[in-house]
């Protein structure tokens, strides 16, 4: 069992784990900032967000008291959800694959010779065997 876990260690996965948390908790602060300052003033010229709260399905409970499921709460989460995530997309991940594209652009993969099958490999190795007792 530690065997398989020392080895688990090792190939470097947990440090490439750790790394990701880290650097994912840092990126976090800079999408949440830019929703903030940015994403947010914008969605309130049309939407009032402090009213969300308050929107939602009233229900008369069986002592007579009335419960308010917040349906406006679940609508301003998937909004920010949305709009983090058309952060992330805009602003990061097309960049970077366009960043990427012209790197590749730049330096073409070297097409690596195609290896011979054994079939092939059998026949070289006939041929030079003939060859040798030949000889």
Known sequence: MFKGFKEFISQG?????AVAVVIGGAFTAIVNAVVSAIITPLVSLFFDADSTGKIGIPVHGIYGQEVTFPI??????VISFIAV???VYFVFVVPMNKYKERQAAKNPKVEEATLPNEQ?????IRDLLRQQRGA
């Open 13 to 17: 996965n947990v440090i490439d784990l």
């Open 72 to 77: 406006g709460e679940l609508v301003s989460a």
């Open 85 to 87: 995530a058309l952060v």
């Open 120 to 124: 092939e490999l059998l026949i070289e």
